[in-house]
């Protein structure tokens, strides 16, 4: 079965611009996290997607958000981008959020911002 | 407070076993420990998750004590394909809040 799809795979944006990246998830998954990976702080988690709703957040400025389609798809924004913002962004999918078999990761977006 | 301690990197050469030992002294009742693996830029892997005892699939191994304060992952006869980051997790009901993820153990597999 298909695995996570990320797109798009690599960005290159500018100070002060906005940023939408995109997540589908494995078909039957409803959960979907986002997670920000960077050399300095290493993986972070972002914020986590079930049916549509935000269920958990982690510590990122309101700048960063996200939403969940009715087809589990996600969508991750970032307004107002900073240098500090270049980073791997990835999404995992699961079934229902917590289960014995663990996330499935995408292969990442790559933003830099220059 | 860190949730986990691993070693930042480890040497192997091909066909060895290699155990990764992670320490996590302050594990709580519902927490699983879980380990991921991942290459330069991908997204980490799952490999293998428990609660206590032993835990076997087809790849990897995973080795919990009765007081749960460490955990061990045994990686049999390795290749130069098993270099990556290893990352040990503890969370509570496998991650409901989200995957807490330390600097990981850099395993490098030489010929």
């Known amino acids: 079965k298909a695995g996570v799809t990320q797109t798009p795979r690599y960005l290159i944006k500018t100070r002060g611009q906005q940023v939408t990246l995109s997540c589908s998830p494995i078909?039957?998954?409803?959960?979907v996290s986002w997670y920000q990976q960077t050399p300095g702080q290493g993986l972070q988690f972002l914020f986590e997607?079930?049916?549509?709703?935000?269920?958990n957040k982690g510590n990122f400025p309101g700048r960063f958000s996200g939403r969940q389609f009715s087809n589990s798809r996600s969508e991750m924004n970032v307004s107002t981008l900073e240098l500090g913002d270049s980073a791997l962004y990835l999404c995992?999918?699961?079934?229902?959020?917590?289960?014995?078999?663990?996330?499935?990761f995408g292969s990442g977006t790559r933003l830099t911002v220059v | 407070l860190a949730k986990t301690t691993q070693p930042i990197s480890m040497d192997s050469y091909e066909g060895q076993e290699v155990n990764i030992t992670c320490s996590h002294n302050?594990?709580?009742?519902?927490?699983?420990i879980t380990w991921y693996q991942q290459f330069p830029s991908q997204g980490p892997r799952f490999i293998i998750q428990?609660?206590?005892t032993k835990v076997t699939n087809e790849v990897a191994s995973l080795f919990i004590p009765a007081d749960r304060k460490s955990s061990t992952l045994s990686l049999p006869r390795v290749s130069l394909s098993d270099t990556a980051v290893y990352y040990c997790?503890?969370?509570?009901?496998?991650?409901?809040?989200?995957?807490?993820f330390g600097k990981g153990t850099h395993l490098i597999i030489q010929p």
């Open positions: 428990g609660y206590k």
């Open positions: 302050n594990i709580a009742t519902n927490d699983y």
């Open positions: 997790l503890v969370e509570e009901g496998g991650g409901a809040d989200g995957l807490t």
């Open positions: 997607y079930f049916s549509e709703t935000q269920r």
């Open positions: 078909s039957g998954h409803r959960s």
């Open positions: 995992a999918s699961s079934l229902v959020g917590q289960d014995i078999y663990g996330y499935t």
